[in-house]
């Protein structure tokens, strides 16, 4: 069952995240299971809303391919995340790919 999971990051800046997306590469080699991922950034740090096909999915990517990079990027603490079941999913006509 998909999933939604929610997650502030305290801290975490738009440069720091950059690294990070730049290290992982999730947009060229999307992770298995990722489905949608949304970020934006308030005066507490980042904030992300992804869909994945199961929690699992999303710990395997974290462990394997999201920590390294976090580590690297000189990321401290730990996200506050939340995972709930997905009711439903819309993507507007026309809408694709990363912006």
């Known amino acids: ?3 939604v999971m929610s997650m502030s990051w305290a801290g975490v800046s738009p ?3 950059e690294t990070v ?3 992982v ?3 060229e080699v999307a992770p298995v299971g990722g489905q949608v991922h949304v ?3 308030d005066d507490h740090g980042l904030h992300v809303i992804d869909v994945w096909e199961s929690e ?3 710990q395997t990517f974290f462990a394997e391919r999201l920590a390294p990079a976090v ?3 000189g990321i401290t603490g730990a996200p506050e995340s939340d995972f709930a079941p997905l009711h439903r999913r819309f993507i507007a006509p026309g809408v694709s790919g990363a912006a």
């Open 1 to 3: 069952m998909a999933v």
């Open 56 to 58: 699992e999915a999303f």
């Open 71 to 73: 580590e690297k990027a």
């Open 15 to 17: 440069e720091q995240y």
């Open 39 to 41: 970020a934006w950034f």
């Open 25 to 27: 590469r999730w947009e």
């Open 21 to 23: 997306r730049e290290a």
